[in-house]
C-alpha cells in the first residue's frame, strides 16, 4: 500500500467528495483526448516550433481525432482508423464527409 498527496488551490465551495469528482473528471479528458493525441498521433514528437505552426498542427489533430471518434463504419483504435484513412481514400473521404 502506498500514499499520496496532492495539494491544490481551488475558489470552489463543495465538499471532499464533490472536489474529488471534479479531479477526477479532469484527469478523465487528459486520459480520453492528449493520451490519444500523445499515442496516435505522436504529438509529443512534434519537431515543429516556429510561428504558429505548432497551434495550427495542434488544432488539425483536434479536428483528425473528432472525426475518427465520430466514424462508426470502421472497427478499430484510432491509430488503425487513422492508418487505415492513409492508406484507403474512399474511407479517408467517409471519415471526413460524413
Known sequence: ????????????????KKF??????????????????????????SRIRAGHAPENLAALRHIALNLLKKDKSFKGSIKTKRLNAA????????VVFS
Open 20 to 45: 474529488g469528482e471534479a479531479v477526477r473528471n479532469h484527469w478523465g479528458i487528459e486520459n480520453s483526448v492528449h493520451w490519444v493525441l500523445d499515442i496516435a498521433f505522436r504529438e509529443d514528437e
Open 87 to 94: 492508406m484507403d481514400v474512399e474511407y479517408l473521404q467517409e
Open 1 to 16: 500500500a502506498s500514499r499520496e498527496r496532492r495539494l491544490y488551490i481551488t475558489s470552489l465551495g463543495c465538499d471532499a
